[in-house]
């Protein structure tokens, strides 16, 4: 037997036969030869079966291959520069290992919810494969920037006795006896093992019980969340925008076909690089009123409002300073002006809406248990929390980067739905 390859390893075998397992995208045939269009996962390539250099076997076999049939192929690697990979297979053997029959997704048009349905064959698609790819990159490169900024990987909890964001969102369930909830947020964990560790980042999946139906809300979704000791506010944007400008450079260094494949604009991405620009709420609110946009200060901003104010810029922007009101309980008042707290949201440019939250946190014992009485969290379930406070507090920092919603952006997807192989939405827990 030859021997066996992949796809995208094929430049390495020109004019030698090789193996490759894989499926049948599609196929057409001028009588004498049979085009198959081939995919393993790594890639795609063009197998030619040319009727009068086969035995009769290999031509019928071919001929029998419908979409997404499996198979082995054998064939010698040619360069062919008119081909989209640079390269196709002179087919001499085919081993069909499984004949499929009436592959539901076709080359018509499918409804969203038809595609849903069979999300398990749909991820088979050029452009789904290419999302997934991409998404791999970005993981691959958000370890890489913490790991090589002296950041430890920790593991939070994803059963909780308590909220990290709130309580109106919560997916209850039975802990034995015991009433628990899934994770929203690795961080109040992430604060312990910061005050362990001095840097260090989570990467994980997070769960709202979100009744919104939106194109970028899930049910499940992955976050990454760094946490870092003796850091303040600033110090913090300064790490997110460097952050974002490496894995999205990352991206574009590693991913081009997979770019292609998902039709994305790159010249929108190669300007990402930091310093990205910053606006207070204040002047946010001011300029959203200045467009005729019917909002208040004091209320939080939609969809519509966060396009609105990324569409004046080409990077992401940093909303900072919002009001202590409807933020989280464990963001730190501005000492300057304590009805704001320091914390930023960071808008993605081109209407994908905000992919980081994050803040300073409250270091002082007394304001933090002031704030649970505030927000009726009882202070039992919370003690070990209070405990970072009471032994050695030191003001500190984080943030939560938002996993599929950095994949929308970053692919230019409508919906948050494409950015994860099983999406978990309102109405969809199959399959
Ligand atoms: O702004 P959020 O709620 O912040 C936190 O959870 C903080 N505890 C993070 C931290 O400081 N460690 O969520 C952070 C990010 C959002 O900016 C957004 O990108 C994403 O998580 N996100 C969602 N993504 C998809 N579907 C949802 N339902 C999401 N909710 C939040
Ligand atoms: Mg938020």
Not at 3 to 20: A, L, Q
Not at 25 to 41: A, C, E, P, V, Y
Request: charged share 25%; aromatic share 10%.
């Amino acid at each position: 037997m030859a021997n066996k390859s992949v796809i995208k390893n094929v430049n390495e075998h020109v004019g030698e036969t090789v193996v490759i397992g894989c499926w049948v995208n599609n196929k057409r045939s001028s009588g004498k030869i049979q085009f198959l269009q081939l995919r393993d996962g790594t890639g795609y390539i063009q197998g030619v079966v040319v009727k009068s250099e086969v035995p009769e076997q290999v031509w019928d076999d071919a001929k029998s291959l419908t979409q997404e049939s499996s198979l082995y192929v054998t064939g010698v690697i040619r360069e062919e520069p008119r081909s989209q990979s640079g390269f196709e297979m002179t087919v001499t053997g085919i081993e069909v290992l499984h004949l499929t029959e009436n592959y539901p997704i076709t080359n018509k048009e499918h409804g969203v919810d038809f595609l849903m349905d069979h999300r398990h064959l749909w991820l088979r698609s050029a452009k789904q494969r290419a999302v997934l790819v991409i998404r791999a990159e970005i993981i691959r490169a958000v370890q890489q920037f913490f790991d090589q900024n002296g950041f430890t990987m920790v593991d939070p909890p994803i059963l909780t006795p308590t909220s990290a964001e709130g309580t109106t969102n919560l997916f209850h369930t039975k802990y034995f006896e015991e009433d628990a909830y899934l994770t929203q947020s690795g961080q109040l964990y992430m604060e312990a093992a910061a005050m362990a560790l001095g840097k260090v980042y989570s990467f994980g999946p997070t769960f709202r019980a979100e009744k919104s139906k939106t194109r970028r809300h899930l049910i499940e979704f992955w976050m990454i969340e760094p946490e870092m000791a003796f850091t303040d506010h600033e110090e913090s944007l300064k790490v997110q925008e460097e952050f974002i400008s490496h894995v999205v450079q990352s991206v574009l260094t590693n991913c081009r076909a997979e770019l292609e494949a998902v039709g994305r604009d790159i010249s929108k991405l190669e300007n990402i690089k930091a310093p990205f620009p910053r606006i207070t709420y204040d002047e946010a609110i001011k300029f959203l009123n200045d467009k005729e946009f019917e909002i208040a200060w004091g209320e939080d901003f939609g969809a519509p409002h966060e396009t609105a104010i990324a569409q004046e810029y080409d990077k992401p922007v940093f909303i900072t300073h919002y009001p202590a009101s409807f933020k989280a309980f464990y963001m730190k008042p501005d000492p300057n002006r304590p009805e704001v707290v320091l914390c930023a949201d960071m808008i993605a440019p081109e209407g994908y809406g905000e992919i980081i939250g994050g803040s300073q946190r409250i270091d002082d014992p007394a304001l933090l248990e002031e704030r649970f009485k505030e927000h009726n969290l009882s202070l039992d379930t919370y003690k070990w929390y209070m405990d970072l406070r009471t032994y050695g507090s030191v003001p500190h920092s984080g943030f939560g980067l938002g996993l599929e919603r950095t994949v929308a952006w970053i692919c230019g997807l409508d919906h948050v739905r494409e950015t994860i192989p099983f999406p978990r939405t309102l109405y969809r827990l199959y399959p």
